[in-house]
């Protein structure tokens, strides 16, 4: 066997599969937007609260079936638990973001380390609390 890395067993790890479940949430998250509001012309707020529920929907349900295999039942748990992450994300984005751009940080700079600190941080919650 070869040194490094195996592709096949990296497309298989759930840290791989949540970075997928992220990655395509967010397309389905402003793809919806778009077609919403660019195309057919519904309110930005309502269109905006559509999209986001979508999105939240889609990578819940990717990562419940596809990230982490965790089917056996506890969907509502795991909902309240997804429900309630996704709360403090909320809280914790908007805190640090604030914090970061008074410190001098280019906001959408503070935006972009924000998630992916939090990303690193949910794919450790989701599988050690939600997914389990």
Not at 19 to 38: E, F, M, N, P, R
Not at 92 to 120: D, E, H, I, S
Request: proline residues 2%.
């Amino acid at each position: 066997m070869t040194a490094g890395l195996d592709p096949g067993r990296v497309t298989r790890s759930s840290g791989f599969r949540f970075v997928i479940a992220g990655g395509t949430s967010v397309l389905v998250d402003a793809g919806l937007l778009w077609l919403l509001h660019g195309v057919l012309g519904m309110w930005l707020s309502p269109a905006t609260a559509l999209a986001f529920l979508t999105g939240f929907v889609v990578n819940f349900a990717l990562n419940r079936q596809w990230a982490f295999a965790a089917t056996d039942g506890h969907l509502r748990h795991q909902f309240a638990r997804y429900l309630a992450l996704v709360a403090a994300n909320l809280l914790v984005t908007v805190l640090l973001v604030k914090a970061l751009t008074a410190l001098g940080m280019l906001y959408l700079a503070a935006k972009l380390l924000t998630t992916a600190t939090l990303a690193t941080i949910n794919y450790f919650i989701s599988r050690r609390w939600i997914f389990v």
